[in-house]
T-cell receptor, first 118, second 114 residues
Framework: KAGVTQTPRYLIKTRGQQVTLSCSPI?????VSWYQQTPGQGLQFLFEYFSETQRNKGNFPGRFSGRQFSNSRSEMNVSTLELGDSALYLC?????????????????FGPGTRLTVL | AQSVAQPEDQVNVAEGNPLTVKCTYSVSGNPYLFWYVQYPNRGLQFLLKYITGDNLVKGSYGFEAEFNKSQTSFHLKKPSALVSDSALYFC????????????FGTGTRLTIIP
């Protein structure tokens, strides 16, 4: 099975611009989560989507948004970029079946998108 | 709220020696615990998880972890370290109610010295 893919792998933007990152989950996986990784803050949860609905959300400003399509592919968007948004953005997919398995599911990560804001 | 602590930012181990990467957690209910490894310019790779049952969990690449409920710990171990084990290791936790998000520790950089 192919793993989680993320595009693009690298992005350079300037302050004030907006950016869209894409994630294709493992085939059959219905849950997609997004994380921001920075040297100072570590790994921080952004949001999770399941069946095209946002199921959980982290503590990020409204400039960060996402969506999931019917084929489980997901995009995240950051508007009005700030220097502090420079980070590695990681996407993870999991089967996302119902019940307690939601909590026991393993998340499988993509290689990430390295965003640099100048 | 759930949280994870990795008390050591850096661990150095000689090749061939046993290694331990420490993790302690705090949750309201039962914990579901995970270990991931990250190599430079790569995403996180899943190593192992504890859900229930046997306190000793075996995972990928010869790694294992021991769940200790009384000490709220989930330390990652390997009997004989390889240079290729050098990487950044993350412990993560979910609990069994409330928000389902996965909470990560700050990471431990493991360096295996030849």
């Amino acid at each position: 099975k192919a793993g989680v893919t993320q595009t693009p792998r690298y992005l350079i933007k300037t302050r004030g611009q907006q950016v869209t990152l894409s994630c294709s989950p493992i085939s059959g996986h219905r849950s997609v989560s997004w994380y921001q990784q920075t040297p100072g803050q570590g790994l921080q949860f952004l949001f999770e989507y399941f069946s095209e609905t946002q199921r959980n959300k982290g503590n990020f400003p409204g400039r960060f948004s996402g969506r999931q399509f019917s084929n489980s592919r997901s995009e995240m968007n950051v508007s009005t970029l700030e220097l502090g948004d420079s980070a590695l953005y990681l996407c993870a997919s999991s089967p996302g079946t119902s019940g307690m398995s939601l909590r026991t599911d393993t998340q499988y990560f993509g290689p990430g998108t390295r965003l640099t804001v100048l | 709220a759930q949280s994870v602590a990795q008390p050591e930012d850096q661990v150095n181990v000689a090749e061939g020696n046993p290694l331990t990467v420490k993790c302690t957690y705090s949750v309201s209910g039962n914990p579901y615990l995970f270990w991931y490894v990250q190599y430079p310019n790569r995403g996180l790779q899943f190593l192992l998880k504890y859900i229930t049952g046997d306190n000793l969990v075996k995972g990928s690449y010869g790694f294992e972890a021991e769940f200790n409920k009384s000490q709220t710990s989930f330390h990652l171990k390997k009997p004989s370290a390889l240079v290729s084990d050098s990487a950044l290791y993350f412990c993560a936790v979910r609990d069994n109610f409330g928000n389902e998000k996965l909470t990560f520790g700050t990471g431990t950089r493991l360096t295996i010295i030849p």
